[in-house]
């Protein structure tokens, strides 16, 4: 009735019932990706001996990247065929370390459209970026 979901077994799981992706009307749309990993701790993350924490915006936004083409993958896609992401950050101080790697994977002719907008916080307080994207279905074009 909507679509096909996508449930990525090898993936963080979803914190309520929502698919990781859902294929629909030659579209692929995916939910909001973090740096969790499978084992629920967070890449971007060193947590130190005397308990504070260190966060990394550059490699939350690779693992978040990464994380999204895994889905497409499993989808039949890459993320050569994303057409619009939008990116939340929890502090626009992190906007030129998130654009740095973005910039390593997307360019303006062939990436998809984009926002960013800051949020007061996300699931949980190690991650500094979570990522919604949608993709066209190559298998539909």
Do not use: W
Not at 26 to 51: A, K, P
Not at 107 to 120: C, F, K, L
């Amino acid at each position: 009735m909507n679509g096909e979901a996508y449930i990525l077994q090898d993936r963080a799981g979803a914190l309520a019932n929502y698919p990781h992706a859902r294929k629909a009307n030659g579209m692929i749309y995916i939910s909001g990706v973090s740096s969790r990993r499978h084992d629920n701790s967070h890449e971007g993350v060193t947590i130190h001996h005397d308990g504070t924490v260190e966060r990394d915006i550059r490699r939350q936004t690779r693992a978040v990247i990464e994380n999204i083409g895994a889905i497409l993958e499993a989808a039949g896609a890459t993320l050569r065929h994303l057409v619009d992401i939008t990116v939340y950050l929890t502090d626009m101080t992190d906007y030129a370390g998130m654009n740095a790697v973005y910039n390593e994977y997307f360019n303006a002719e062939t990436g998809p459209t984009r926002t960013t907008v800051a949020v007061r916080q996300l699931p949980h307080p190690n991650l500094l970026i979570e990522i919604k994207a949608v993709a066209i279905d190559p298998a539909a074009a």
